[in-house]
């Protein structure tokens, strides 16, 4: 039974926030779910999808983005309620539809997640979504417990259907991926039908009516949330600092006040639905201040709409002296922490703070800097990848002219680390490898005389690199797309996509095999095994030879983690120390020196190479690269 | 037993892969059983790439508290690889943190290609000892070994957790949170290696 779908009301429980936003949805009745997996986001369309059967709602794994938010306001149209999940980036995809349902409006109450990552902790990018809520005048709710998380998700499908408008919701890692109590209520068991009237289109036109009537709607929302009992203050009543915070912001800052016992000097405003603003319980406040803090990650988003509001009835308040981002008194780039808010209430209050004896931390900094080696990231033992990417260093160095790989983001972007021996040049956006390469193709007649190559994953290649081929075989462009398919989503929890066979509620789907799309676009496309090094590199090395049109490789080989679960090891590998030379080999610790599988070690006793045992998959990679052919590997 | 202080602070650290996330969840599922307010923070995104994970539990009779333990404010480190609980001691040691450390290295790249060097097991524990005012030493890589797979050190880590009386809990509790996260036919091996790293603390 998924805990989520638990129908226990009153029990509280231990939810991750994402957990919690789901659980919110169940209880409003939620019939519709969509999504593309994302982290921090990628949990709540998950553990839908096991509550899916049991509840019979529509959970899918969507090809993107902004199919995943027209899926989702389809069941609006009709009457349903929906829900669509994202990371950050999500929203610039699903951005498009997005800035036209705002003016069309909905029916059925439609939530849209938007989980960001402040400090691209699992992304590439920092992004601050909440400025779409400015952007599209819409209702945006910023959970800061997990409690909330569940509450308001709730609440948002109500005020959705309400407003007639997309209530967005924006969670951040510390509280998408961590976990606390959360008391349940009951789940309903109502029966609806689906039916688009159609004497009510949804037409986001014409535009400036539908702009006109869209800014009524949000009238409505900011005078609903002077009263919300989601954004309350806790302090003195005229505080000598008051902090306005929201989301994560709001428990670093209350550790923060009490660790520096500093409560009776400074009080909290903590703002939950944080666009339309409740203008009048922000300037009540102001109106009791002098100072102000805010607290926020990522953007001075509340920052600046308080300004906004501050200029426009400074009059009635009063001067204030304003701290936060713009002042620099809380860092504008970065995650923030309980760490962040103190220094700035130490500053701020002028109150002195040592979390533990002066002596204690000089010893333990000295300690660990003599002793702790760094912890680089780099490919699993057993990964697909880092074969994969031994075969693209080979293949270019035989070609000898100068050819790059051009990359995207997915567990393959380490790629452009020490454990892909840095052969990725460029990261960006989904796809970006394959649209990049589409570009470079066409520079041969400005002079570039490179060999261009593009990576992606499985999943991506679906998401976002199909188009980019599309637009390469009519454009006439040439490159090779390695094409990295280990049958799953992996960097974000091994969730199914098109190629897999499976939906996201384990049902059987049809396989949209990649060779046959690829070579429907007119890509010339063949299958290799990335374990077999040798084979691998000449045919990639031939394709690079090939400078006619889009050529497409694919590297299949199931992600070591998925295998890992399911059987054991491939083969037993062994390092038969008769055989290695160790440093007197002349191969200057090939294997683990440059490959750097972690299932390797130097010993330093010996001077020759071992293999962990608690670490080693079996995979057998490492044999074929030892030209003293000390490793050994046996089908285990 | 009641909590010793309030918030009582615990980190689970280790490797990526080690299974930090899923022992802290056990663990906060146990303790919100009884009655206690939980809160759970993971480093993240770097866990299942070879990278230096840890998951911060905040354990309050009375307060929902940051996901994130400020600086200093460690009182209970279970650290499942020996370096890693220097790194996670040096932001968030005390003198009163006590430590239970699991003896296994676990190379990081920069070892494995030979540019960096891993300190003596023997050093790294002496000096654990010098900044904790209690400490455990077991190793659960070997007891996971030795029952067939290292997948098992982390619930050997729990259960010697539990034997070190630290914490309001107690083996049936243990039991019945398993059983609520875990599939059936995953119960035995993993109460097994409980009971072995329980054991382990004792025999000390």
């Given at each position: ?13 231990l939810l991750m926030g994402n957990e919690a936003i789901a ?12 999504a593309y997996p994302g982290n921090p986001s990628s949990e709540i369309i998950g553990s ?16 993107n983005e ?19 999940a994202m990371k950050q980036n999500g929203l610039n995809v699903a ?17 849209i997640i938007v989980a960001d990552d402040p400090g691209g902790i699992s992304s590439t990018n920092e992004e601050d979504s909440r400025i779409f ?9 910023e959970p800061a417990t997990f409690?909330e998380a ?18 967005l919701i924006r969670s951040v890692t510390r509280v998408s991926h961590a976990r606390g ?64 915070t929201s989301g994560s912001g709001w428990m670093y800052s209350?550790e923060a ?38 607290v926020e990650e990522v953007d001075p988003f509340l ?22 981002k713009?002042?620099?008194?809380i860092p504008s780039v970065g995650e923030i922490g309980p760490e962040t808010v103190t220094s700035a ?23 660990t800097?003599?002793?702790v080696p760094t912890r680089a990231l780099g490919f699993c033992?057993?990964c697909?990848h ?21 990359g995207d983001i997915g567990c393959y972007s380490l790629g452009m680390g020490p454990s892909g021996?840095s052969?990725m040049?460029t990261i960006h956006a989904m796809g970006s490898g ?22 992606c994953g499985?999943s991506t290649?679906?998401h976002a ?21 280990n049958?799953a989503t992996a960097m974000t929890g091994f969730q ?63 992600c070591?983690l ?36 972690p ?38 | ?8 602070n615990v980190i689970i650290g280790g490797v990526g892969g080690q299974g930090n996330v899923l022992a802290s969840h056990?663990?906060g ?9 939980i809160t759970i923070g993971e480093t993240y995104g770097a866990s299942q790439r070879g990278g230096a994970v840890m998951s911060h539990l905040r ?5 929902q508290f940051s996901p994130l333990i400020p600086e200093?404010r460690c009182?209970?480190l279970?650290a499942l690889e020996?370096v890693e609980?220097?790194r996670i001691l040096e932001p968030y ?13 676990i190379?990081p790249m920069g ?43 982390n ?50």
């Amino acid at each position: 039974m998924s805990l989520i779908a638990r129908d226990t009301p009153g029990k509280t429980t231990l939810l991750m926030g994402n957990e919690a936003i789901a659980r919110g949805a169940l209880e409003a009745g939620v019939k519709v779910c969509a999504a593309y997996p994302g982290n921090p986001s990628s949990e709540i369309i998950g553990s839908l999808s096991s509550a899916a059967d049991a509840l019979a709602l529509h959970v899918e794994w969507s090809v993107n983005e902004k199919v995943a938010l027209e899926v989702a306001a389809a069941a609006s149209f009709a009457g349903l309620r929906g829900l669509c999940a994202m990371k950050q980036n999500g929203l610039n995809v699903a951005a498009d539809f997005l800035l036209n349902l705002n003016l069309s409006g909905c029916q059925g109450g439609l939530v849209i997640i938007v989980a960001d990552d402040p400090g691209g902790i699992s992304s590439t990018n920092e992004e601050d979504s909440r400025i779409f809520a400015k952007l599209g005048d819409l209702p945006l709710f910023e959970p800061a417990t997990f409690q909330e998380a569940k509450d308001m998700t709730k609440w948002a499908f109500t005020l959705s259907e309400d407003l007639g408008l997309p209530v967005l919701i924006r969670s951040v890692t510390r509280v998408s991926h961590a976990r606390g109590n959360v008391r349940l209520d009951e789940l309903p068991r109502s029966a609806s039908k689906a039916r688009f009237d159609t004497s009510d289109p949804r037409l986001a036109f014409p535009p400036v009516l539908m702009h006109k009537g869209l800014h009524q709607k949000l009238g409505r929302a900011s005078s609903l949330f002077e009263q919300s009992p989601y954004n309350f203050y806790r302090g003195p009543e005229k505080p000598e600092l008051l902090l306005i915070t929201s989301g994560s912001g709001w428990m670093y800052s209350l550790e923060a006040v009490i660790n520096l016992g500093v409560q009776d000097r400074a009080g909290i405003l903590k703002l939950s639905t944080t666009w339309p603003l409740p203008g009048s319980l922000i300037l009540k406040h102001l109106g009791r201040a002098d100072a102000v803090l805010f607290v926020e990650e990522v953007d001075p988003f509340l920052e600046n709409n308080v300004k906004e509001l501050f200029a426009q009835h400074c009059m009635e308040v009063g001067l204030k002296r304003f701290f936060g981002k713009a002042a620099g008194t809380i860092p504008s780039v970065g995650e923030i922490g309980p760490e962040t808010v103190t220094s700035a209430l130490q500053a701020l209050l002028n109150v002195s703070y040592k979390p533990r004896p002066a002596g204690y931390a000089k010893k333990v900094h000295e300690v660990t800097a003599e002793l702790v080696p760094t912890r680089a990231l780099g490919f699993c033992a057993g990964c697909p990848h880092r074969a994969t990417y031994w075969a693209v260093k080979r293949a270019l160095t035989l070609d000898g002219r100068e050819g790059f790989v051009l990359g995207d983001i997915g567990c393959y972007s380490l790629g452009m680390g020490p454990s892909g021996f840095s052969q990725m040049k460029t990261i960006h956006a989904m796809g970006s490898g394959a649209g990049l390469a589409a570009g470079f193709g066409q520079l041969k007649r400005f002079g570039l005389s490179q060999p261009v190559l593009a990576v992606c994953g499985d999943s991506t290649f679906y998401h976002a690199a199909m188009p980019a081929l599309v637009n390469a075989r009519y454009n006439a462009s040439s490159f090779v797309l390695l094409l990295l398919d280990n049958s799953a989503t992996a960097m974000t929890g091994f969730q199914p996509h098109p190629g897999t066979g499976r939906t996201a509620t384990g049902k059987e789907a049809p396989v949209l095999d990649l060779k046959a799309i690829c070579e429907a676009l007119g890509a010339k496309a063949e299958v290799v095994d990335p374990f077999d090094l040798q084979g691998t590199t000449e045919k990639m090395l031939e394709l690079l030879q090939d400078e006619q049109g889009v050529k497409v490789l694919i590297l299949r080989r199931e992600c070591a983690l998925v295998r890992g679960k399911k059987q054991k090891k491939l083969y037993r590998v062994e390092v038969r120390q008769e055989r290695c030379l160790g440093e007197a080999c002349g191969c200057n610790r090939l294997c683990t020196r440059v490959f750097k599988c972690p299932g390797l070690y130097w010993d330093t006793a010996t001077g020759k190479a071992g293999i962990d045992e608690a670490i080693c998959t079996g995979c057998g990679v490492c044999a074929e690269i030892c030209p003293a052919s000390a490793i050994s590997k046996e089908v285990a | 037993m009641s909590l010793a202080k309030d918030p009582f602070n615990v980190i689970i650290g280790g490797v990526g892969g080690q299974g930090n996330v899923l022992a802290s969840h056990i663990l906060g599922q146990i303790l919100v059983e009884r009655g206690y307010v939980i809160t759970i923070g993971e480093t993240y995104g770097a866990s299942q790439r070879g990278g230096a994970v840890m998951s911060h539990l905040r354990i309050s009779a009375r307060d929902q508290f940051s996901p994130l333990i400020p600086e200093g404010r460690c009182d209970l480190l279970v650290a499942l690889e020996p370096v890693e609980a220097l790194r996670i001691l040096e932001p968030y040691g005390y003198p009163g943190v006590m430590t239970l450390v699991n003896t296994r290295p676990i190379f990081p790249m920069g070892v494995i290609a030979g540019d960096a060097t891993y300190p003596e097991v023997s050093k790294v524990i002496a000096m654990i000892r010098e900044l904790s005012s209690k400490v455990w030493v077991i190793n659960a890589t070997e007891i996971a070994l030795e029952m067939g797979d290292p997948v098992f050190s982390n619930m050997a880590m729990l259960g010697a957790l539990f034997a070190t009386n630290t914490l309001p809990i107690d083996g049936q509790s243990f039991e019945a949170a398993i059983g609520e996260l875990l599939p059936p036919h995953r119960l035995a091996e993993n109460l097994k290696a409980f009971d072995k790293g329980a054991e382990a603390v004792r025999e000390l």
